[in-house]
């Protein structure tokens, strides 16, 4: 065929077509933590503490998981790939229907990282926290002082509701590129497809063993980080 393309060609070519955006490793990653939150959050609520610390240690193998993914990836997983500077993030935002990429927007990307940061944080200080009481202490609590155990249980406190902020902020933005922009980002997390034009970079996907030794690595580091700590719950 010789010439420029025809109207259907041309039509083709910018149709949407429903692409590869997260890997499995993501959306596992994503719905585990979902729910780890949630048992988190219920067994703190019912005193159910020692089932609080094993799902607050399951966060943090997730949590290091994802950190080594967002390295050695797929292409829509890498950290270096969506986290981008407040140029583009700005150029984002005056002009998001142009937005032409697969995976997390420039404004997406922002809530990415303050949700992982705040959950490391969150799992940080409860390694080390005791309550008012003294009764309930995270596995490193020997290695602080009492004042700051304390000080670091008032503030796993503070931040959960600091969490369900960005929480409530993430999934209201999702219902607002459902409702306002007509993207269904939801799908996408549970399928890992997405609809993108023929112009979109394709997702360039990880390899699996590289999922399995970042996830065994999360849970390694886990159990280095806790090794010597008395028995969880007591
Ligand atoms: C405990 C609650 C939640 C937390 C902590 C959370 C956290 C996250 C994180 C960390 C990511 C980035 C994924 C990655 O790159 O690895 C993400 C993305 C995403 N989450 Fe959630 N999420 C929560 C609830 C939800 C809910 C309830 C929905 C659906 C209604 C949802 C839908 C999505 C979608 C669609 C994305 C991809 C966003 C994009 O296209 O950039 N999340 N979430």
Redesign the pocket.
């Known amino acids: 065929m010789t010439g420029s393309s025809s109207p259907t060609e041309a039509a083709v070519a910018d149709a949407a077509l429903a692409v590869p955006?997260?890997d499995l490793p993501?959306r596992l990653?994503?719905w585990t933590?979902?729910g780890l939150?949630?048992f988190s959050w219920w067994s703190a609520e019912y005193d159910r503490i020692e089932w609080h610390l094993w799902s607050g240690l399951g966060v943090m193998s997730l949590l290091i998981f994802?950190l080594l993914?967002?390295v050695f990836g797929s292409s829509?997983?890498r950290f270096g790939n969506?986290v981008r500077g407040p140029r583009a993030t700005f150029d984002y935002l005056r002009k998001p229907r142009e937005w032409g990429g697969i995976?997390?927007?420039p404004l997406?990307?922002l809530?990415?990282v303050a949700?992982?940061l705040l959950?490391l944080v969150q799992v940080s200080l409860g390694l080390v926290m005791s309550d008012e009481d003294g009764v309930v202490s995270g596995p490193l609590n020997r290695l602080v002082s009492f004042e700051a155990a304390e000080r670091a249980g008032e503030l796993h406190e503070l931040l959960f509701n600091v969490?369900l902020g960005?929480?409530a902020l993430?999934?209201a933005a999702?219902?607002f590129?459902r409702l306002v922009l007509g993207k269904r980002?939801?799908g996408?997390?549970i399928t890992g497809r997405?609809l993108a034009h023929g112009g979109a970079e394709p997702m360039r996907r990880g390899k699996w063993w590289a999922a399995v030794l970042c996830l065994i690595a999360g849970l390694a580091i886990t159990r280095w980080i806790i090794a010597g700590a008395p028995p969880l719950g007591t």
């Open positions: 955006v997260w993501v990653f994503h933590l979902v939150i949630a994802r993914w967002g829509t997983a969506f995976g997390h927007t997406g990307a809530s990415v949700l992982l959950l969490l960005l929480i993430h999934v999702i219902l590129y980002l939801t996408a997390m997405t």
